[in-house]
Each structure stands twice: as structure tokens, then as C-alpha cells.
């Protein structure tokens, strides 16, 4: 079985198309000869009607390879007019149907300069010969109307079949035009709904990693100190065990929520508020219901920043704290708040633990990538890093001007 496509018969019928039509002015001037007895009479030569005719069936024949060989079937088509005309004195133009289809191929199928040249030349032929046969034939005819007729046929057979391939062309290189801009559109949605999905998937991320890597932490610390304190002091070890069993609930709490904004079939997976400054001396508190030494400053009066810029400061607190219950803990952690009339500075520094070693960019995991996204999408300021001067960590997130109030 062949691996080509097989055309489609609208196809197949628009190529043989212009060959039939070609045949049939070969087989209706056979039928005139032998019928009407005028064809003779009326075409001064001496070529029987039936060479003319067989002219034009190779010229059919030709044309069935026309989109293979467009030049060479239109060298033969017009060699075959031009020796009807020249054995007919110019009078005879069967051939130029023929011509007028092999014109139009050339002009369609070659580059600008082969159907250029293609075209000038069969139409200087056509012109000189044709004119040479009306001038020294048996009938001949004035020289106006010898000129008359060599423009006519330059103008049939060559000028036209070009004009209307080129408009063709034209509307090709439209709808090509149009079909790769439609193209070049629907890379680009599907770019943006990657970008969407990409986006999508750090957010929740990012929002993963705060909810269980806050809470998390605060269990495993409050877990040791239970243990630590389950012979001295067995009350103190009861109370750490519930505040690790209500941030279990919470944690779960949270990330149940937060899979239901994936899932519209998940039981309370409606909307969830979103962090705000004001709960910076809740996780402070919390902090030290799990045993850890945090000490909260708040300088200036608050205002409202916008949800985005608000959430990105708690974040920060909550993840800082976080680190620093894993990666230093029993070591004093201060978190400041300063609100200025240009700006609002938020740091959490956490002083080094004897023994333990200092948290690093490259320890803190996911954390501090999470921060740095959140400042970039607030156009806030996140430095990162160890406390060269009093040793331990700090993160330091300063929102500037009224960029923090779009949300």
C-alpha cells in the first residue's frame, strides 16, 4: 500500500478539470469536421483538421502533469500553438485553451524569475510567429490588425493566467498569514495557562509549606519538651501534650482547607481569610506555648497594608519562627514590628544556641525561597542571613511606600 495521502476527490477532480475541457475542444473540432464540412473552407491549410485536432489531445494529455512539470508542459502546450498557428496563418486558436492553463501553472508553480522569463518568451514567440502567419499567409491581413491580434493573444494566453495566479497567490500567503498568527495565538494561551499553572502550583507550595512547616515545628519542640519535663514535671509535661494535640488539629484543619481550594467536592473547601499583621502576636504566643523564648516589640501605629503585603509579613514571622525552633532551639528569638510613615519593618532575629548550629540558607529547605517570593510579589525588601555581629540568624522584610496596598 502506498505511505502518500490519497487525494480527496474534489481534489482529483479540480486536476483533470482543466484537461477535460481541453479534450473536448480536440473532440468538438473533430465533430465539426466531420459534421459541418466548413472547418476547411474556412482555415486556409493544408494540414488535414485532425493534426490540429491531435495537437490539442497532446496538449490535454500534457496537461494531466502540469503541477509536477509546470515548465515543461507548458513548453510543449505552446509548441503546439504555435504550430496550429503557423499552419492555419494564424487563424485557427484551438491550442489557446491549453496555453491560457499551462500559463496560469507556470505562473503559479515557479519563483518570480522562471515565470518571468517563461512568460516573456512564449509570449514574444506567440507574437512574432502568429503575426508572421497573418502577414504572409494566403490571407493576408493589414498590419493594424496584425498587432491588434498579437496584443490580444499576449494578453490572453500570458498577461490574464498571470494576474489571476498572482491574486491567488495572494490570498494563499493571507490565510498562511492568518493560520500561523491563529497558531501563534494558541502557543501563547497555552504558554499563559502553563504560567497560570506554574504560578498556581507555587502558591499553593509555598502556602503548604508555611501551614505545615509552622506547625509541624511547633509540634516536634513541643513533643520534646514534653518528654523532657514528663518525669520532673509531669503537669507542665500534660499541658505541653495538649498544645501539641490542639496545633495537630489545627495543622490538619489548615491543610484540609487548603486541598479543598483544589477540589470543589471537598467539605469545607470554601475560601480561607487570609493571614493578616494583626495575628504576628498570636504566633508569638503560640510560639511560647510550645516552649520557645520569643519576645514580641510592636512600635508605631498599625494601619492596613492590603491583604497580599499582610499576609507576606505574617508569613515571614511564621516561617521565621519556625526555623528557629528547628535550627536553634532554646535560643531567645526576638520579632520586632516597626510601623513608620513611609515604611514597615518586620525582623525576627533569633540569638544563637549553645551547641546548635546556625540556621543557613541552604538548611532552612523551601522557607526562605517561599519568603522571597512573597516580598518580590509585594515589591518588598527580604534580607536574608546569619548575625555576623551577636551571631544567631535574622530576616529582616521592609515594605516601602503604598507598595504593600495592592492586593
Do not use: K
Not at 163 to 189: I, K, N, P, Y
Amino acid at each position: 500500500m502506498s505511505s502518500e495521502p490519497r487525494r480527496a476527490p474534489a481534489t482529483r477532480l479540480r486536476s483533470v478539470f482543466p484537461a477535460s475541457l481541453v479534450a473536448a475542444v480536440a473532440l468538438g473540432y473533430i465533430a465539426l469536421d466531420l459534421w459541418g464540412g466548413d472547418v476547411p473552407a474556412t482555415v486556409p491549410t493544408d494540414v488535414p483538421p485532425l493534426v490540429h485536432a491531435g495537437l490539442v489531445l497532446v496538449q490535454a494529455i500534457a496537461l494531466l502533469a502540469r503541477r509536477r512539470h509546470p515548465l515543461g508542459v507548458f513548453v510543449l502546450v505552446g509548441a503546439t500553438d504555435l504550430v496550429i498557428l503557423a499552419t492555419t496563418a494564424g487563424e485557427l486558436g484551438i491550442g489557446a485553451l491549453g496555453v491560457i492553463v499551462g500559463a496560469y501553472s507556470v505562473a503559479r508553480r515557479l519563483d518570480r524569475t522562471g515565470r518571468l522569463v517563461a512568460l516573456l518568451l512564449a509570449g514574444t514567440a506567440t507574437a512574432v510567429i502568429g503575426s508572421a502567419a497573418m502577414i504572409v499567409g494566403p490571407l493576408s491581413s493589414p498590419v493594424g490588425v496584425v498587432l491588434a491580434t498579437a496584443v490580444a493573444r499576449v494578453v490572453v494566453l500570458y498577461l490574464l493566467p498571470a494576474l489571476v495566479a498572482e491574486h491567488v497567490r495572494g490570498r494563499e500567503r493571507l490565510r498562511e498569514a492568518l493560520e500561523a498568527q491563529e497558531r501563534s495565538a494558541d502557543r501563547e494561551r497555552r504558554d499563559d495557562a502553563d504560567r497560570a499553572v506554574r504560578s498556581e502550583r507555587a502558591a499553593l507550595a509555598r502556602e503548604l509549606h508555611d501551614i505545615a512547616g509552622h506547625h509541624l515545628s511547633g509540634i516536634i519542640v513541643g513533643a520534646q519538651a514534653a518528654t523532657a519535663l514528663l518525669a520532673s514535671d509531669p503537669e507542665r509535661a500534660r499541658g505541653m501534650l495538649r498544645t501539641v494535640q490542639e496545633d495537630a488539629r489545627i495543622t490538619l484543619g489548615d491543610l484540609r482547607r487548603t486541598v479543598g481550594l483544589l477540589r470543589d467536592d471537598e467539605p469545607g473547601g470554601g475560601p480561607r481569610p487570609a493571614p493578616t499583621m494583626a495575628g504576628i502576636g498570636l504566633l508569638a504566643e503560640a510560639a511560647r506555648d510550645r516552649g520557645q523564648d520569643v519576645a514580641l516589640a510592636v512600635v508605631g501605629g498599625p494601619r492596613s497594608l492590603g491583604p497580599l503585603a499582610e499576609a507576606t509579613a505574617y508569613r515571614m514571622v511564621q516561617e521565621s519562627l519556625a526555623n528557629a525552633a528547628r535550627h536553634a532551639p532554646g535560643a531567645l528569638c526576638h520579632v520586632s514590628v516597626t510601623w513608620a510613615a513611609d515604611r514597615v519593618e518586620v525582623v525576627v532575629r533569633n540569638e544563637a544556641a549553645d551547641g546548635a548550629p546556625t540556621a543557613s540558607a541552604s538548611s532552612a529547605g523551601f522557607g526562605l525561597a517561599g519568603m522571597a517570593e512573597r516580598a518580590e510579589l509585594v515589591g518588598a525588601r527580604l534580607t536574608t542571613g546569619p548575625d555576623l555581629q551577636h551571631g544567631g540568624w535574622t530576616n529582616r522584610l521592609v515594605l516601602v511606600g503604598d507598595l504593600g496596598r495592592t492586593s
